[in-house]
């Protein structure tokens, strides 16, 4: 039994993972050995250390606080048909019947009688001639956010921008009242005093896209809202690397729906595809078919394996890292390969690989060449502003979101939104980004003429 | 800590949410909202943020409920929410926070601390490993995971699980306990 052997075996122990064989073993050894009750004992010592720390008390209210939250989100549903009915609730003013409680079976029979529920027989001749005019809007709808690509022209924004009009991210109607008491409230008037503000709300189409169903959740998130919130990524996003590439339809695409934007917001990585030489040699054919190997594909997604993959190729891996190494066969194999070993070898490509364990993915895909081949995406690479927000991580956290990465991918209306200067300066604005999430009847304002006539209110005020 | 909880329990609350039975998401926060909250504050150091990833981990999982494979443990699956939400706002804040100079200086950290000190050095030890091997400790000791369900929620084989957890304690003891360099 080698040394290793034994300090797994007391790593298992203290977590509980020992079969009655190894528990057996174990004792065998510390009965044995003194150096292995000793190391026990530490292990125990630091096990308890860390163990002082229990289990936290909540914050007050925990749970109503998430369920409130988790009422105000919006499953999409998974089938065209509820999405329809979704729409269909939404248009109708309705809480959507996947967030009611109600019986199993309600929902559907809701659905086949036009039932609209809330205490009341709806008029159902009434009813069923809105529901078959907004049957029609719904499908546009649907049809425009289910099949567009991002090759389509930018023309589209307003228009479905517009067919969302009266409708609210909750489900949940916003009256005309509601829109007219946000507008009258002291929040309305701090926000316009900020010129940034006011510049938005001025340019249609900027608001227009910013009142898009999902918009605001979307720029509240996290990491979403720490991006943007972040003058050099809104530098980055309004230079004219990003929005070329956004401008590129096959570029956009490409590097959206493949996850290699967040890559790109590496500044390792960054540096490594700038470099022609470090390109060529991560486009070059034979390393990609290294690449596609399953095992490589494996181990260079392991941080650990990664270092040890680098120091082996440099001829600096140790004995113990050799074995682990040989643990995977086909990263073993592969460096034993020249050209591997030579790629893996190279300080600017280690840097990369260790700073983006999905690059190898991205590498060893067939169309990677063609993308970093393409001229938008390669002004990219050379983008100073890009550059220095990828030094600041937060833009690659926020391309990192999944959600948000998702969107990206197949919301033109978003490309466009985090193009838009007067939006990006706008949401610097915490108290709008604020009111944008948290109250309905200011996305209601957004597309609504009564904001106009409150503007040219305040402005006639003014002077 | 661990949890013994009944998967078809998990089960029969998703299947009801999916029914459109809002409600019946309750009893899956009330069950692992603690558990959720502790991780994220060990995964974190800070409370608030700690309270909005695992509310956030919450609201996605309801969200995306219809992804969820019911081949797999429901927990399995939120933590693994929680810890992509963890590791979203910990970048977003920036790199590590360096540990207390008299923390570090101390030849034996550990030694004669306070038990309100010693979980400030314990939370601060965690705060200064590499996320990979923070998330190892953090699901195996606070989350009370097995090798298994670890292996599931990261994504990586158990074998690398457990070489995290090796190369964790040894950093942990190092600057817990002034393990120093060892083989």
């Given at each position: 039994m080698t040394a290793r052997t034994d300090k797994e075996l007391l790593h298992a122990a203290v977590d509980g993972a020992l079969t009655d064989d190894e528990a057996a073993r174990l004792r065998e050894r510390l009965a044995e050995e003194a150096s292995l009750r000793a190391e026990a004992d530490r292990l125990r010592q630091l096990a308890g250390v860390v163990d002082s720390l229990g289990p936290e008390d909540l914050p007050e209210s925990f749970s109503d606080r998430v369920m409130e939250a988790v009422a105000r989100s919006h499953p999409e549903p998974a089938t065209w048909r509820g999405r329809v009915r979704a729409r269909l609730d939404q248009l109708l003013g309705r809480v959507p019947g996947h967030l009611q409680?109600?019986?199993?079976?309600?929902?559907?029979?809701?659905?086949?009688?036009?039932?609209?529920?809330?205490?009341?027989?709806?008029?159902?001749?009434?009813?069923?001639?809105?529901?078959?005019?907004?049957?029609?809007?719904?499908?546009?709808?649907?049809?425009?956010?289910?099949?567009?690509?991002?090759?389509?022209?930018?023309?589209?924004?307003?228009?479905?921008?517009?067919?969302?009009?009266?409708?609210?991210?909750?489900?949940?109607?916003?009256?005309?009242?509601?829109?007219?008491?946000?507008?009258?409230?002291?929040?309305?008037?701090?926000?316009?005093?900020?010129?940034?503000?006011?510049?938005?709300?001025?340019?249609?189409?900027?608001?227009?896209?910013?009142?898009?169903?999902?918009?605001?959740?979307?720029?509240?998130?996290?990491?979403?809202?720490?991006?943007?919130?972040?003058?050099?990524?809104?530098?980055?996003?309004?230079?004219d690397g990003f929005r070329g590439v956004m401008a590129d339809s096959e570029a956009a695409a490409e590097l959206t729906s493949r996850g290699l934007l967040v890559s790109l917001a590496h500044p390792d990585v960054l540096m490594a595809l700038r470099d022609e030489t470090t390109r060529n040699m991560l486009l070059d054919p034979e390393v990609a078919a290294e690449l596609q190997k399953q095992g490589v594909q494996e181990?260079?997604?392991?941080?650990?394996?990664?270092?040890?993959?680098?120091k082996e190729s440099k001829g600096k891996g140790s004995a113990v890292e050799r074995r682990k190494l040989a643990e995977n066969a086909d990263l073993d194999a592969a460096l034993k390969e020249n050209k591997l070993r030579v790629l893996l070898a190279n300080d600017t490509i280690g840097a990369a690989l260790r700073a983006d364990t999905k690059l190898a993915v991205m590498v060893a895909q067939p169309r990677f060449a063609s993308v970093i081949g393409n001229a938008k995406v390669r002004a990219l690479l050379n983008d100073k502003a890009w550059e220095t927000a990828a030094r600041g991580q937060k833009l690659q956290v926020m391309l990192d979101d999944t959600e948000f990465a998702a969107d990206l991918a197949r919301n033109k209306n978003l490309q466009l939104m985090l193009g838009n200067p007067d939006v990006l300066s706008a949401i610097q604005n915490p108290e709008f980004m604020e009111a944008l999430h948290s109250n309905r009847a200011l996305s209601a304002a957004l597309n609504s003429s009564a904001l106009d006539s409150a503007l040219a209110r305040k402005k006639a005020a003014k002077k | 800590m661990s949890f013994e909880v009944g998967a078809d329990d998990d089960l029969d609350c998703v299947e009801r949410c999916l029914r459109g039975e809002t409600a019946a998401f309750r009893p899956l926060v009330e069950r692992y909202q603690r558990l959720l909250f502790t991780v994220a504050l060990r995964m974190l150091?800070?409370?608030?943020?700690?309270?909005?990833a695992a509310q956030t981990a919450f609201v996605r999982a309801y969200l995306k409920l219809q992804t969820f494979d019911r081949g797999h443990k429901f927990f399995s699956w939120l933590y693994r929410i929680l810890v992509n939400e963890c590791l979203n706002l910990r970048r977003a804040a920036g790199r590590f926070e360096p540990l207390g100079a008299t923390l570090a200086a101390r030849e034996d950290p550990a030694a004669g601390l306070e038990q309100q000190e010693l979980r400030e050095a314990v939370q601060a030890a965690l705060l200064r490993l590499p996320s990979a091997q923070r998330e190892a400790v953090v699901l195996r000791h606070y989350g009370g995971l097995s090798y298994h369900e670890m292996a599931e929620v990261l994504h990586v084989p158990e074998k690398t699980i457990k070489s995290r957890l090796y190369s964790a304690r040894q950093r942990l003891g190092e600057l817990l306990l002034g393990w120093g360099e060892r083989p």
């Open positions: 409680q109600e019986r199993p079976g309600e929902a559907f029979v809701r659905w086949n009688t036009g039932w609209a529920g809330g205490g009341g027989i709806v008029a159902k001749k009434a009813l069923w001639a809105a529901a078959g005019l907004a049957v029609v809007i719904i499908l546009g709808v649907v049809y425009f956010n289910g099949t567009r690509t991002v090759d389509q022209d930018a023309q589209g924004t307003i228009g479905g921008a517009e067919r969302y009009r009266g409708t609210q991210p909750s489900g949940v109607a916003v009256t005309e009242g509601d829109v007219q008491k946000f507008l009258q409230s002291d929040v309305f008037d701090r926000i316009i005093k900020d010129e940034r503000v006011l510049k938005l709300l001025e340019n249609k189409e900027a608001r227009a896209l910013l009142a898009e169903e999902g918009m605001a959740e979307l720029c509240a998130r996290a990491a979403v809202k720490a991006g943007l919130t972040d003058e050099e990524v809104a530098n980055a996003l309004r230079g181990g260079l997604k392991d941080p650990e394996l990664v270092e040890i993959a680098i | 150091g800070d409370r608030e943020q700690a309270a909005d």
